[in-house]
């Protein structure tokens, strides 16, 4: 167990659907970030949230979007659900405050979503 | 152009070999990773490292920030280190990662 836990592991649903892609970051880390893997783009980084802000946003589609809650845990919504969309999503987290100074350790990847649009 | 360029794309061992997989780049980094990815899945973060070399067991991450090169060794391989190896990099106005193709790696018994 990283830490990190993303719920759930395997989703399969149809074109045209939405789904919420949950994830709970390590304790003590601020920042979450999803990132997707597909066949054909490898890992691609999607959006990023600071202790409840936006802080950094890839190439996302209009179509997804994300929202840290109070408690840190993250959810990635995506909607209007295309084939293209079947992936590997994962949520990593990182950055603890330490001594009012933000420090990064490195990443904790969770174990993934795998989407499977049909 | 990528901005990380990973070599080689695959890669075949036996048992026991010394394996090195390598890792350019093209910009200014803040600190490059290496991660692990088992056919299941999962990654796991090797290395972060901003200079010099780390060791961990029987891996060593290698950097040379004037050279924008780095390479991960894996000393005497086992078909358990099967997986794909990702090197990736931080930048300095940003903490997001930005992957290479990865480095699919097979160690036959």
């Known amino acids: 167990d990283s830490g990190v836990t993303q719920t759930p592991k395997h989703l399969i649903t149809a074109t045209g659907q939405r789904v919420t892609l949950r994830c709970s970051p390590r304790?003590?880390?601020?920042?979450v970030y999803w990132y997707q893997q597909s066949l054909d783009q490898g890992l691609q980084f999607l959006i990023q949230?600071?202790?409840?802000?936006?802080?950094a946003k890839g190439n996302i589609l209009e179509r997804f979007s994300a929202q840290q809650f109070p408690d840190l845990h993250s959810e990635l919504n995506l909607s209007s659900l295309e084939l293209g969309d079947s992936a590997l999503y994962f949520c990593a987290s990182s950055s603890l405050l330490v001594q009012g100074r933000l420090t990064n350790y490195g990443y904790t990847f969770g174990s993934g979503t795998r989407l499977t649009v049909v | 152009k990528n901005e990380v360029e990973q070599s080689p794309q695959n890669l075949t061992a036996q048992e026991g070999e010394f394996i090195t997989i390598n890792c350019s780049y093209s910009v200014g980094i803040s600190a490059l990773h290496w991660l692990q990815q088992h056919p299941g899945g999962g990654i796991v973060s090797l290395f972060m490292l901003s200079s010099g070399k780390k060791k961990h067991g029987r891996l060593i991450a290698t950097i040379n920030i004037q050279e924008k090169h780095s390479s991960l060794h894996i000393t005497a391989s086992h078909p358990r280190d099967s997986a794909v190896y990702i090197c990736a990099f931080t930048s300095y106005n940003t903490d997001k990662l930005i992957f290479g193709t990865g480095t699919r790696l097979q160690v036959f018994p």
């Open positions: 304790s003590g880390d601020l920042s």
């Open positions: 949230y600071y202790n409840g802000e936006e802080r």
